[in-house]
């Protein structure tokens, strides 16, 4: 059954084509990385830099797609494709959002790298 947080079809293939114990050393990067990629956003908004959300974003929605994190890569492409300036007040808060489908996102990643 697939989860709300990540497509198990998409995870099946990334194992299919990659193998199992690559994949499990992907989800361990990524659990690792997206943390920091939550933080660059954070200074990113704080330093009024446009350039480098919208790099950590494209990143971040990069890392979503691959694993079927799929509201979690929609809510980073959003991010992406919106202009810091235009986000304005509202940028924290879409990060914390984009925070939350992160923390669904690794607990199945978590869930399905021992299944």
């Known amino acids: 059954m697939p989860s709300a947080a990540i497509d198990a079809q998409v995870f099946a293939e990334l194992q299919e084509t990659t193998g199992a114990d690559f994949v499990v050393e992907l989800v361990d990067s990524f659990l690792e990385d997206a943390p920091q990629g939550l933080a660059g956003l954070r200074a990113a908004i704080a330093a009024g ?30 991010l992406e494709h919106t202009p810091l300036a235009e986000l304005g007040d509202g940028a924290a808060a879409r990060v914390a959002e984009l925070a939350t489908l992160f923390d669904a996102a690794a607990a199945e990643l978590r869930r399905l790298r021992h299944a």
């Open 49 to 78: 830099d446009a350039d480098a959300f919208r790099r950590q974003a494209h990143s971040l929605k990069s890392n979503g797609v691959t694993f079927g994190a799929t509201a979690f890569a929609d809510a980073a492409r959003a």
